[in-house]
């Protein structure tokens, strides 16, 4: 599978850093435009809500630095345009789109497990974004031990084991990064409707009980759809909930 890497965006690969979020916001003053940054080894990577993230040898770690000139809230709605990608990459790498999907906010599971995750950090000030990075990680040799996870939470899987596909970081990268630049332009052409509509396309559990944790709350209901500001939709007794910050848990 041949992919040529798209035109606009640098690419960095480093062998260790600590996190490859604090390494592309570091290299954003001094490095032009939008570029991606990928390492083979991260030393403390993290996850959403400050958790650690755990990286066996031959996963992949990357972070996309961007420069959105947007009000916050929409430049975050690229959450669901880096879901969005990463669910086309596998797709092409396996050939079977029918066993992946993405799980609110910004995971993408393969046979119901957690494949990947997504973490947007940025350093704005006042109401504008400054450079935006988003982090990818993907367990494309092997996953974490589920003990590595908190209660509740989806297994961790890999592609490998899974699937028995194996692709280098690097490959995964050309693959992922052109799906990307191809959904950005889409994004910033014609604004998050058309994502929204492919994404809940393949949406996780899309009309069924799930419960959203926040950190001061859970609520349990029906994931009736995701709004155009990217929240979720959540049908409670009481009525419609528009959640924007939450963990979901799957109700079995
Ligand atoms: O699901 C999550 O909690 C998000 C995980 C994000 C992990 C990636 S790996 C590359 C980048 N560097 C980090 O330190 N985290 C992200």
């Known amino acids: 599978m041949s992919t040529d890497w798209p035109a606009g965006y640098g690419r960095i690969i480093r062998d260790s850093v600590r996190s490859t979020l604090d390494e592309a916001l ?48 929409v430049a975050a709605l690229r ?9 086309r990459t596998l797709a092409d790498v396996t050939a079977m789109p ?48 589920a003990h590595e996870v908190e209660e ?32 950005e332009t889409q994004f910033t052409q014609y604004g998050f409707a058309p994502i929204r509509t492919a994404w809940l396309a393949h949406a996780a ?4 009980k799930i419960t959203a944790r926040t950190g001061r709350a859970e609520m349990t209901g029906i994931f009736e759809d995701v709004d155009t500001d990217g929240n979720l939709m959540l049908r409670e007794a009481a009525g419609l909930r528009r959640i924007a910050a939450a963990d979901v848990f799957f109700t079995p």
Not at 31 to 47: E, I, K, M, Y
Not at 79 to 87: C, E, G, I
Not at 156 to 181: C, K, N, Q, W
Request: no cysteine; aromatic share 8%; hydrophobic share 45%.
């Open 205 to 208: 559990r899309l009309g069924t």
């Open 26 to 73: 570091l290299l954003a003053p001094e490095t032009p435009g939008a570029f991606w940054v990928l390492a083979h080894h991260q030393t403390s990577a993290r996850g959403r809500r400050g958790r650690p993230w755990s990286m066996p040898k031959g996963n992949f770690a990357a972070t996309l630095l961007l420069r959105p000139d947007e009000p916050p809230g």
């Open 98 to 145: 029918e066993n992946f999907a993405m799980k609110w906010p910004n995971d993408v599971l393969l046979e119901g497990g957690k494949l990947a995750g997504i973490l947007l950090e940025s350093t704005g000030q006042r109401g504008r974004i400054g450079p935006l990075a988003i982090g990818v990680g993907v367990n494309l040799r092997a996953a974490p031990s």
């Open 152 to 183: 509740g939470a989806l297994t961790p899987v890999s592609l490998m084991d899974r699937t028995g596909i194996t692709i280098t970081p690097e490959a995964f990268l050309d693959i992922l990064a052109a799906h990307y630049a191809g959904l």
């Open 79 to 87: 959450s669901f345009v880096m879901s969005l990608a990463l669910f």
